[in-house]
């Protein structure tokens, strides 16, 4: 593990900076990245595998992931979806891998951003600016009232339902806030492409009916008796407040 401090930024206990977390086996391109970094405002920490950015991640307060799909010790797809489990940190997929198909697949798994390499750094650190901008607008917060089922904290990308904190990846997040901002509304496919993807051309036909599947798994593992998500064939998606009972 390498961490990159730039000597010339104030003093981190008076004006701390973002950690970006660095998941790449390629020590220069590793190296380059954390340069880049660090000159720009940014802690940057490297680790060369899977296992040791999890360990990264459980003793740091990371702000954002940049993930290399193609590390010695696990496929980078497989420990982005352990990630997710997690934490709600956004992750930046890069791959060598120039085929469109990946990176579609990359993003429909959750990703924030793909870059395929080669690249140049100044254009990863504007990409990470960028989504930092976009996962952290601020202390906004969006919660449902005292005695609902259902709390959402658009800051954190933090969902607490039933009392459970569960963890999303930003499509399921972005799903079920929309659906939850206006309960019994139905929404098109079509509507949710264009409201919570960023490129809805590029999605497959069944992309919301894939997240929507992931999302509704995970909030039934909390409350096996209540779905909380309603199909309206040929129509689309509805989210259903149900109160928990009065004591």
Known sequence: MIRFINPMQADVTT????????????????????????????????????????????SK??????????????????????????????????????????????????????????????????RVRAVLRRTQKGPTISTAPANSSLSLDAARRRV??????????????????????????????????QMIWDDPASCYDRTVDTHIKTLRTKLIQIKPDLDPIVTHRGLGYAFVEQLPPSC
């Open 15 to 58: 004006n701390p900076r973002p950690i970006v977390l660095i998941i790449d086996d390629e020590p220069g391109i590793a190296e380059m990245l954390c340069y880049a970094l660090s000159t720009d405002g940014f802690e940057a920490v490297w680790s060369a595998t899977g296992e040791a950015g999890l360990m990264e991640l459980e």
């Open 61 to 126: 307060p990371v702000q954002l992931i940049l993930l290399d799909i193609g590390l010695p010790d696990i496929n980078g797809r497989d420990l982005f979806r352990q990630i997710q489990q997690r934490f709600a940190i956004p992750v930046i997929f890069l791959t060598a891998r120039s085929d469109e198909i990946d990176r579609v697949i990359g993003l429909e798994l959750g990703a924030d951003d793909y870059i395929a390499k080669p690249f140049w750094p100044r254009e990863v650190v504007a």
């Open 160 to 193: 607490v339902y039933y009392g459970q904190v569960v963890e999303l990846s930003r499509y399921e997040f972005g799903l079920i806030k929309v659906m939850a901002d206006h309960p019994g509304r139905i929404f098109s496919r079509d509507e949710l492409l």
